[in-house]
Structures are given as C-alpha cells and as structure tokens.
C-alpha cells in the first residue's frame, strides 16, 4: 500500500518575512507623515488649481446637456481626488468623489442640474479657501452630507435608466 506525503514548499517572502530588522511599521508611518507633511503646500496649491479648473469648466457649461463639458468636469475633478488629504482637507477629497459620483449619474441619464454641479462646484471653492482655517468637523459633516444627498437624488434614477438600456 503506498502513503501519501504531504510536502510544503518553503517560499523566500515568507522566510524574508520572518526574519527580524529592517524598518518598525511605526518608524515607517512616521517618516511618511513627515513627507507628506513636507508635501503640504504644494498640494494646497494644486488643490486651488483644481478648484479653479472646475469653477471655470463648470463657468463655461452650456445650457443644455453636453457630454463632452460634463466628461471635462469629470476628469479635472477625478484627477483631483486624494489632494485633499495630503494638504489636510479631507472634506475635499469627499467632495470630489461626490462630483463625480453626480456626473456619472448625470451622464446616464443624460441630463443638466446646473444648480446640482453649482453647490458641489462652490463647496469645493469653500473648503480650499479656508484650508489654513479648522472648519470645524459638524459643520463639515452637514455639508458633505447635504452634498450626498443631491447626488443620491440622481442615484435611483440612473440605476433605472442604465437598467433599462441594458
């Protein structure tokens, strides 16, 4: 009768992985908090440019719907996304994010809310003017929640309207 074996291969990460030294996991957050913190104003100023750049995008919009305006928006404000944390405005990132979630719906169902893209556009103007100020964090969270809710207003709508052309 013969017998089974069972045989582990021995793989070179999980040996390195084992082994002590290199950089303390607290040692490494550290110093790449010190960098990012080195990176801040920069950032800021990218941040303002990008606000700009919406502001202005969404300045020149038509009064109709126009795909190609609206993938304008969408790409300034994707291209955006994950500043704000590094310059310590984290409400703008979560703005951003909700911009675009808005002009996806938008752009499903084909449509303008001008005035829906306007507050997101003027939110966003609003947290990089005052990011050397602490805005403070229940009013953040009222906005941000003000915001999901306009986009949400869409939601349904262009989940019906991709399920029906689907």
Known sequence: ??????????????QQLREPGGLAVADAVDGAAANLEEL??????????????????????????DPAALQELYAIAARAVGIGVVCGAPAADATLVSLCNLLDHL???????LA???????????????????????AIEQVLAGLEKVTRRYRLEAAIAHAASA
Not at 41 to 56: F, R, Y
Not at 107 to 113: E, F, H, P, Y
């Open 107 to 113: 752009g499903v169902i084909q449509r303008w809310d």
């Open 40 to 65: 801040r104003p920069e950032c800021a100023d990218e941040l303002q440019k990008a606000v700009s750049a919406a502001m202005a995008c969404f300045q020149a919009f038509p009064p109709e719907f």
């Open 1 to 14: 009768m013969s017998s089974v074996r069972y045989e582990f291969p021995k793989y070179k990460l999980t």
């Open 116 to 138: 829906a893209v306007a507050v997101h556009v003027q939110t966003l103007q609003l947290l990089a003017a005052r990011l050397r100020e602490n805005l403070e964090a229940p």
